[in-house]
């Protein structure tokens, strides 16, 4: 381990592949893992409460609550608002399986509104005509970090009473018309999975300012019980706890938050590294028009989390499969963002989709690929992948 706080070596050799995903974890969030270990305090305690308070002052709300993932963040959202069976939520194909999946946990039906061609997410115009009198909420997916149209989605939601439960599970740190992802919303959702902006290997958390829903989320995300475990078994505590709810097992551990505090450090230099990396993609791409490169509202600040390029097959000889393969024998690690949930087989045969029920995001899904983008890379990777990219391009060119 190294002691002057630098960053452990995983080596990526230059003759190895460059993995499209890694996370950086330096030797104080390992040192404060171990001093979890030792403490006797493994799970939900003190350092998840610290860990909370500096995530709500950093994205400036008012509360937080960790989770063991934002799909568990997600679930306990939409059950806290009174999303029951027969309910209808509104959201967006073009995103992970967790934002319709939590929607289904509850017996409600997810009705999916087509993305936007230059955003890839949810178009505030589509929205109106889905509203029915079963609507209790819509979920915008910030796809890639790029933050939605808040303002127009805000709008429909006052004017027909519903509530809006961001997926920001791709947005952090990231900003609309200067205000923070997770203060917008009635409650956001962010992801800490191994491959987010900020990771704890596994875990999640919610963002709200409304009291009563979060006392509601966090009683449910603790099996319904009406204190939580360190309220009870610390020294001010006592033995005695009543069951008030039906409720889950999602609670966050003090072995997560500690890599979590660290991370929190650290997560602006993060986030200027993503956006440098992402300006030399789009720089190394420029002249190219087989691609195209991410478009970003001039309103908002993006998190990079993902920098999503868009292949204009119709310039091309070789398919996105194919463009794919060419990178991985490149060395170069990818992947695609996303399948939307119309195309999988669970949903095409609950609801009955065709793929052109939503053909925005049908035609984006075919031409999309997404190239590594972390605070882990090197500058010379970022070399590697545009001339990896360039070379593919300039060979099956039309
Ligand atoms: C990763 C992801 C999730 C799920 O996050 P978990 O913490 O793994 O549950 C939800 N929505 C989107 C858009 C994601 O990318």
């Avoid at 989390?305 to 690690?333: D, P, T």
Wanted: charged share 25%; proline share 5%.
């Amino acid at each position: 381990m190294n002691k002057e706080g630098k960053e452990l070596d995983v080596k990526v050799s230059r003759k190895a592949i460059l993995p499209f995903s890694l996370p950086s974890i330096d030797a104080d969030a390992i040192e404060e893992v171990v001093d979890t270990l030792q403490s006797g305090w493994i799970t939900t305690g003190p350092k998840t409460k610290r860990f909370e308070s500096e995530f709500a002052k950093f994205i400036g709300c008012r509360y937080a609550i960790a989770v063991s993932s934002c799909t568990a963040a997600l679930h306990l959202a939409l059950d806290a608002i009174g999303v029951k069976e027969g309910d209808e939520v509104i959201t967006t194909p073009y995103t992970f399986t967790s934002t319709a999946e939590a929607v289904l946990y509850l017996k409600a039906r997810p009705i999916f509104v087509d993305c936007r061609k230059d955003t890839f997410n949810i178009d505030p115009e589509e929205i109106l005509p889905k509203i029915t009198p079963k609507t209790k909420a819509i979920i915008p997916v910030h796809f890639a970090g790029q933050p939605c149209c808040m303002d127009e989605i805000l709008e429909i939601a006052k004017s027909h009473n519903l509530k809006v439960i961001e997926d920001a599970a791709h947005a952090f740190p990231a900003r609309y018309k200067g205000r923070m992802i997770g203060t917008i919303g009635d409650i956001t959702c962010f992801s800490f999975y191994a491959t987010k902006n900020l990771t704890t290997g596994e875990g999640g958390m919610i963002a709200t300012d409304n009291e009563d829903l979060t006392a509601m989320m966090r009683i449910k995300s603790l099996h319904g019980i009406s204190k939580d475990a360190w309220m009870r078994y610390s020294a001010e505590g006592s033995w005695y706890y009543e069951i008030v709810r039906l409720g889950y097992k999602y609670n966050f551990t003090d072995i997560q938050a500690a890599i979590g505090i660290h991370q929190l450090q650290r997560i602006n230099d993060f986030h200027q590294i993503r956006a440098k990396y992402a300006q030399m993609y789009n720089e190394g791409f420029k002249d190219l028009p087989e691609l195209v490169t991410p478009w970003v509202k001039p309103d908002v600040e993006h998190s990079w989390h993902l920098y999503v390029i868009q292949l204009v097959l119709e310039r091309l000889r070789i398919n996105r499969a194919e463009f794919i393969k060419a990178l991985k024998a490149e060395k170069i690690g990818s992947s695609v963002h996303f399948i939307p949930l119309h195309l999988h087989p669970y949903y095409r045969e609950r609801f009955g989709y065709r793929a052109k029920d939503f053909p925005n995001a049908f035609d984006l899904y075919q031409r999309v690929v997404s190239l590594p983008l972390y605070p882990k890379m090197t500058e010379d990777d970022v070399g590697d992948v545009i001339r990896a990219v360039r070379k593919i391009v300039k060979t099956y060119r039309k």
